[in-house]
Each structure stands twice: as C-alpha cells, then as structure tokens.
C-alpha cells in the first residue's frame, strides 16, 4: 500500500482523499437527511437570537459566543449551519493533510487522513447543532498556521503572531477549556529559543498571550455586567457541582438544603442507572430551584462555591473523581444522532452496529496508542542530556494538558471533549507506527 502511495504525487492523494469526503458525507446527507438538536443546542442557538436581535435582556451567560456567532451570521438558518460545517469539514481534510505533510511526509499525511475520514461520529457532529465541528476546525487551523507560518522561529514576523492569537482568542470564545494553549505556545516558545539571544523576539509570542488574556478579561468582564459574575459561563458552577457530586454528602450543614437535595437525587441515579451519576445536579435542578427559591445564575454560583470548599478540604477524593473524569475523555466518544432522522430504520440499526461495536473501539484503540506513545517520548525527553525542541511533542502537549483542564472541571460525557483533539492523536500514532515498522523493516 505504501509502494501505491508513494507512486502517487501530493495533488493526487490530496484529490482522492477529498472525493472521498464528498461522497461520506453525501452518504450521511441521504442516510440522515436532518438536524440533531440537543440541549446544548436550544443554549447556543438562544445566545445566536439575542445576538443577531441585539437585545440582551435575556441574557443569562449560559454559553461563549464564539459557535453562536456562527448560528447567528446565518441568521439562525440551520440549514446552513450544517453546510458551513460540512464545508469545515472539508477543509479540515486539506489543513490536516498540509500540516502532517510539512512535519513528516505525504504518506503519513494520507495515511492520517484517512483513518480520520473513516471514523462516523466526525461525520455526524458535522450535522449537529454542537461545537465539536468548528472547534476542530480553528483548533486545526491554529496547528496549521503555526507550522506553516513556523511561529516558533524568531525570525517569524510579529503579524503573524498577532493573528495566531486572534485565532486562538475565537478557539477560546467557542470552547473557554482551550485558554492554556497560548501559554502553552509562549513555553515552548522559549524552550525552544532559550539557548538564543530572545530578549529581542521574545514580545513576539508574548503579544499572543496579550491579545488571548485580553479577550478572556473582556469577555468574563462583560459577564460580571451582565449576570454579576466574572466568568465563562454560569455553567461553570455546575460544572464543579458535577465534579463533586460522588462527595457532596460532606457539605457543611451550612448548606444541608442543598446538599441533601443532591445526595437523595444521587442516590436514586445510582440504584437505577450508575452511569447518569454525573448528571445528578441537572436531576435535582428543578427541586433545587423551588426549595431555596434561588435563581439559576444564583444556585449555579452557590453550587460553585460549596463545590470549591469540598474540594479545598478533601483534595484525595477530588483528584480520584477528575482521574475518573480524565480515564473517561479517552473513552468511546458518544455519537450524536436522532435515530428518527434517518431515512431507514435500517440504517439506524446498520449505523449503530458499525458504531458501536467496531469503529468505537478504534478510537478507544487510537487513544491507548497515542498514551503509550506519549510515555515513552516524555520519558526520552526527560533523559535527554539537552533539551531538544520537538514540534510533534507540542502537539502531544496540547492534547494531554487538554485531557487533564477538562478533567479537573467538568464530570460527564467527557469523551465528547475528545473529538477535537482526534486528528493530532491520529497524527502522532501514525508518526510512531510508521516509524516503529520502517525501522524494523530496514534492521
């Protein structure tokens, strides 16, 4: 298969590899001709009306604007959401194989490529009202203008920069979690120039890290006017509430309403489906609105604040929850889908068994490689008498420092956080594989 590869010039996989995304998602347009609509949906397409009607009296901070943004530039027409995110999803296909190929070759390029093609899920947050699409795509497109761009030489121009970090700030403003990559990128950045004369370029990324904690500020301070809070999002609260929900019982009696309230609706989950553990708040949410008459920005912050306390004062059971909640980011993504969208019964019951029990796996199967694969080049890197900069062990960076923010906040469906991260995973088990099996070839 190489061989065939190898024979083939970078235009013509480059073509092969887009025709076949055309016709994938042609396919998925005639399995599943509609929309998946979820909860989390109703939120952003909420914040795209009060953006696009300029009217923020109902504002509630629920959500960043970044992906609202989006909804609302087609003037909540969803239809066309769905097309600019299958157009996303095509060019996805072109940056990925641009960047694989400038850090390695075309045949890891192609190779990358297409595994990330053949997995189903991409496909279907592709026709999803979700996040997981456009964050892949500014999440790609920033790895890509960072290579193409070669932003970790000094020579590079201070523009360059400054535009880096308007992509990352748009990154940020659709999924907050990503905020450290820019002080990931500054890190590296001296890491790799430590041993130059940096005082002079050493503003350069610092002017990234300027433009991204500039937007943050704005955007939490617009927050603090609005709902009173310097924050995301009024989730966030919730979000930690969901993180120690396996401990809530030792809540101070202080706050025994409410922690009563969480442990009984916990409780009850876990006689009957040990696996919604995570969504106990949610649960409990309308009661808890009712007994303490609080509203929802209000109960959101009061749950942030016991959750802090219990975590400040039993950091053991802490850490064993977000090691659980890490553990889950690299299980089986969930699959979005409304099995009444598609045409066929039939489909539904083909698609859940491809799903399920065979592609699933795969990516539980490329998460394992891509771990070990990690460990021994962190361990290489440790033992290495000089500190040798190595862009493929940034980009391996970007995924596990992702895979730990996510755990230490946020306790649910934790693999959908994995989905953007899917094509640098990919990449590096690829890398390693091709160069394990050339090697070995050549002894």
Not at 369 to 382: A, Q, T, V
Request: charge should be positive; aromatic fraction near 18%.
């Amino acid at each position: 298969m190489l061989k065939r590869i190898e024979s083939k010039s970078e235009k013509q996989l480059l073509t092969l590899l887009i025709v076949f995304a055309i016709a994938s998602r042609l396919i998925v347009l005639i399995m599943y001709p509609g929309i998946t609509i979820s909860g989390d949906s109703e939120d952003y397409i909420r914040l795209a009306k009060t953006i696009t009607n300029f009217n923020l009296d109902h504002f509630q901070g629920r959500r960043t604007p970044g992906y609202s943004l989006l909804i609302g530039f087609t003037n909540n027409t969803l239809a066309l959401v769905i097309l600019i995110q299958v157009i996303l999803g095509l060019l996805n296909i072109w940056l990925i194989f641009k960047w694989i190929k400038m850090l390695s070759n075309k045949n890891i390029a192609f190779l990358s490529v297409l595994f990330y093609s053949l997995f189903t899920h991409v496909l279907f947050y592709e026709f999803s009202i979700l996040t997981e699409n456009i964050t892949t795509f500014f999440l790609i497109l920033s790895v890509w203008f960072l290579i193409h761009f070669k932003l970790f030489e000094t020579e590079t121009k201070l523009s360059k920069h400054l535009v880096f970090g308007l992509i990352l700030s748009y990154l940020y403003l659709i999924k907050p979690m990503f905020i450290y990559i820019p002080l990931g990128y500054f890190f590296f950045y001296i890491l790799k120039n430590w041993h130059k004369n940096i005082k002079r370029s050493f503003f350069k990324p610092l002017s990234t890290i300027v433009i991204c904690a500039m937007v943050y500020i704005g955007w939490n301070a617009f927050n603090k006017t609005q709902i009173g809070y310097f924050t995301n999002t009024q989730y966030f609260g919730i979000n930690l509430a969901q993180t120690t929900t396996p401990f809530f019982e030792k809540a101070p009696n202080k706050d025994q309403l409410i922690r009563d309230i969480i442990v009984k609706h916990r409780d009850s989950i876990l006689k009957k489906e040990p696996k919604a553990e995570a969504m106990t708040v949610w649960f409990a949410h309308k009661e808890l609105k009712k007994k303490t008459n609080l509203s929802d920005l209000e109960l959101s912050n009061k749950l942030g604040g016991i959750s802090k306390d219990l975590i400040t004062k039993h950091p053991t059971l802490y850490l064993k929850q977000a090691f659980k909640s890490w553990y889950l980011f690299w299980s089986k993504p969930h699959i979005y889908w409304k099995t009444h969208n598609f045409s066929s019964p039939y489909l539904t019951y083909a698609n859940t068994l491809l799903w399920f029990f065979f592609l699933g796996y795969f990516v539980v199967i490329f998460n394992v490689l891509f771990n070990l694969f990690f460990i021994k080049k962190l361990i290489d890197f440790i033992k290495n008498k000089r500190i040798i900069f190595d862009i493929t062990f940034f980009i391996s960076s970007i995924v596990i420092v992702g895979s730990i923010a996510q755990a230490l906040v946020a306790y649910g469906n934790n693999s959908r956080f994995c989905v953007p991260f899917l094509p640098l995973i990919i990449y590096v088990v690829t890398l390693n594989i091709f160069k394990f099996t050339t090697s070995n070839t050549k002894q």
